[in-house]
């Protein structure tokens, strides 16, 4: 009975993983059915986030050096796995806080799940380039750019593909609420940083009180 | 530029660590020795690092007025140093005066003669501020009789021939006095001259003396928005004292074997430099084009950091070249003091001096002459007014021998040579680059790879790796067309078969 139930879900998993396939072809009905039809899970969203980092890493050390050269003293992996979760979370609350102030039908959690079924195309590209790439001389280069950069403009279409289906927005106003989630963005990083100064400092205040404290008191 | 300040964060508290380890152990065991030796010699890797090498240049002698046996020293402002054959003669330009050394051997130099005066049916017979000295191949000699305003062609015996004067050219300021300072003479007896206040470039003389022309002027340099906020945005009256957008004069030239003329400018802005519209060298061919390779990983401008600090500010400032016969050229920069040696390609082979009272440094700020005998460097420190004699260390040798060697086309000795290069250094990249295109020219493309990938350079890789993949190609052909053939024509196979006997199970005829 246990087997049977993990078995479906599963297959339940499988067939949510396959249709970000169906996804990256098909943007419109794609992510339509995705939040209107529940065609897509959390587990399926996570693994394609998994797979985007571990192309990300991956493409670190297994490019050749003539397209990608790293100076690995400088390589901090955490920094690195941020660089994708840290924007990704930013517009995934950025973009359903404004949004849900302004019609949006999604919901922050489908929000997310849609934002990682766009990066499909990523790792779906990256993963061939990082074997093509060991197989190109400096010349052939532009062959590996320019399929990079489409993975990258794919991945950037699609997410404002997909905001427009699960929000149920015309095409303006998608582009309109693209545009501002980019401010929303920026606004919550400048309180981030504006927060994490504010708390630094605050934290010395003490600290350099307690120490005075001590001081005067020994 | 973050990443070099984390970099150098990183590397100070490592080296705070090893210095307070050094210092312990010395302490307790020895006193402490000199810290002038090891820095002195370095490179830049891939990265931009700088890696410290082996030194390549050591000093075989400094030499003062009085080791050289002159009665009367040089004056402080003596700066034209000319190496001919085993002779040197030096401009003694505020004793009005050139003097003539000879080689003994490695460490000695010998006073033969001093001219103050040459033979002729002349007004003025002596020289006046003499600047540069050349000698070409029919032994003719030519001054840069800077005072007198003229460049002065005597013969081999000192007798007048003739003299260079202004050239009457229209564009040309006819209150500016004509002071020429650097000269660079042909073959064709051609003569090439740069003058103070004049800025077009180098003034071209043909043999019989006249002036043909203004040759090699640099481009000029401007930013957009200077140009945009003088055009419009000024008066008449304040374009009248704002700096006028001209080319940089050059500071000094050489003419190396093939007769091409290098040039160097001194006085560039470090964004120039950096945004690569300005050039601290130029080779120059006799159009006046600029033809000097520029292939390695940072343009050739000396240093590639530029930060203000102990005294310097701003980039190297160029201030003499010297070239050998194997086209390795080395840059004289006053700012630091150090010599930078760049092979025909323009990869810095190594780096060494710097500034102080210590042997093989030079004197802040004096522009300082330098020229070859061979593989030796002979440097003029006017302030100190010392002579300094570098010769090539076993390493500098060896780099030297491969470079050499690879060009003569014996490849195997030049990797050969590289590979004891590298027992010396393995940080240098040279090095490593060296047996790797040894290698490549040996065919042997998978070896060469190797030695490429550890030093990331990339086009000679390409070059090894379209090779090497030609051959594997030829090698596994048969592999690859059964495995293109597996890929494109087994599951068409399959789909028709299951094409047919879906038709089979599905026709008419087979219902009962």
């Keep these: ?218 | 530029m973050k990443k070099i300040q984390a970099k150098k964060l990183f590397k100070r508290m490592g080296a705070l660590v090893a210095g307070v380890v050094v210092l312990a152990c010395s302490s307790l065991a020895f006193p402490l020795t000199a810290q002038a030796e090891g820095k002195y010699t370095y490179c830049y890797d891939y990265w931009g690092d700088v890696q410290d090498s082996p030194d390549a240049y050591e000093v075989a002698a400094v030499l003062t007025c009085d080791d050289l046996g002159l009665e009367k020293p040089l004056s402080t402002t003596a700066n034209g140093l000319t190496a001919v054959g085993n002779y040197i003669y030096i401009c003694d330009t505020g004793n009005n005066r050139i003097v003539q050394f000879e080689r003994l051997d490695r460490e000695h130099f010998t006073f033969v003669k001093e001219y103050t005066e040459f033979k002729g049916n002349v007004e003025v017979n002596t020289f006046n501020k003499p600047r540069d000295f050349q000698i070409n191949e029919d032994g003719d000699i030519f001054i840069a009789d800077t005072d007198n305003n003229r460049v002065l062609k005597l013969d081999s015996e000192w007798n007048y021939v003739m003299e260079f004067v202004k050239p009457t050219d229209n564009t040309l300021d006819p209150e500016l006095v004509f002071q020429p300072t650097k000269l660079a003479v042909d073959t064709a007896g051609r003569v090439y001259c740069i003058a103070t206040g004049i800025n077009k470039g180098m003034i071209k003389y043909e043999a019989d003396g006249t002036f043909s022309g203004f040759v090699g002027a640099t481009p000029v340099v401007y930013k957009l928005w200077d140009y945009i906020w003088k055009r419009y945005f000024t008066t008449a009256a304040q374009r009248e004292k704002m700096a006028n957008f001209v080319p940089t004069e050059y500071a000094n030239l050489y003419m190396d074997h093939d007769g091409f003329i290098y040039a160097c400018s001194a006085n560039l802005a470090e964004e120039d430099l950096k945004s690569g519209s300005a050039k601290a060298v130029r080779r120059l061919n006799l159009m006046g084009n600029d033809i000097l390779i520029q292939n390695g990983e940072f343009p050739v401008y000396g240093d590639i950091y530029m930060g203000n600090g102990g005294g310097y500010t701003g980039c190297s400032k160029i201030v003499d070249v010297t070239a050998f016969d194997n086209d390795v050229y080395v840059l004289c920069d006053k700012e630091r003091g150090r010599l930078f040696t760049y092979d025909s390609q323009g990869r810095l082979l190594f780096a060494f001096g710097g500034k102080g009272n210590i042997d093989g440094y030079f004197m802040k700020d004096q522009p300082i002459a330098l020229d070859h005998m061979g593989y030796d460097l002979i440097a003029l420190d006017s302030l100190s007014r010392t002579l300094t004699v570098f010769t090539p260390t076993e390493y500098g040798n060896l780099i030297y021998q491969a470079i050499d060697q690879f060009d003569a086309g014996d490849y195997e000795a030049s990797g050969n040579s590289w590979k004891a290069v590298m027992d010396r250094n393995g940080n240098y990249d040279l090095a490593y680059i060296g047996v790797g295109r040894a290698l490549l020219r040996q065919e042997k493309y998978k070896e060469a790879m190797e030695y490429f990938e550890l030093k990331y350079d990339d086009d000679n890789y390409s070059r090894a790796f379209k090779q090497y993949r030609k051959e594997w190609v030829e090698d596994h052909i048969l592999v690859i067309i059964i495995v293109l053939f597996a890929i494109l024509v087994v599951p068409m196979i399959i789909g028709r078969i299951g094409k047919i006997k879906y038709e089979i199970d599905t026709a008419d005829i087979f219902k009962f």
């Design chain 1, 1 to 218: 009975m246990l087997t049977s139930a993990r078995i479906e879900a599963f297959k339940r998993y499988w067939k949510s993983f396959k249709f970000a396939f169906y996804c990256a072809t098909h943007p419109m009905d794609g992510f339509w059915d995705l939040t209107h039809e529940k065609r897509g899970t959390y587990a399926a969203a996570n693994t394609i986030l998994l797979l985007t980092i571990l192309a990300r890493i991956m493409k670190l050390q297994f490019t050749s050096f003539v397209i990608d050269p790293v100076y690995w003293e400088d390589i901090n992996i955490f920094l690195y796995i941020g660089s994708i979760v840290f924007p990704l979370a930013v517009w995934v609350v950025g973009n359903w806080a404004l949004t849900t102030l302004f019609d949006g039908k999604g919901r922050l959690g489908q929000v997310y799940i849609a934002s990682c079924y766009c990066l499909l195309p990523y790792p779906l590209i990256q993963f061939p380039l990082i074997i093509l790439s060991n197989m190109v001389t400096k010349d052939e280069m532009q062959f590996h750019s320019v399929l990079s950069a489409v993975s990258l403009i794919w991945v950037i279409v699609w997410i404002i593909f997909a905001m427009g289906q699960i929000h149920e927005y015309s095409f303006t106003k998608n582009i309109l609420f693209t545009i501002a989630s980019v401010f929303a963005m920026l606004v919550i990083v400048f309180l981030l940083l504006l927060f994490f100064s504010m708390i630094s400092q605050g934290v010395a205040y003490f600290i350099s009180f307690g120490k005075e404290l001590l001081f005067r008191l020994s």
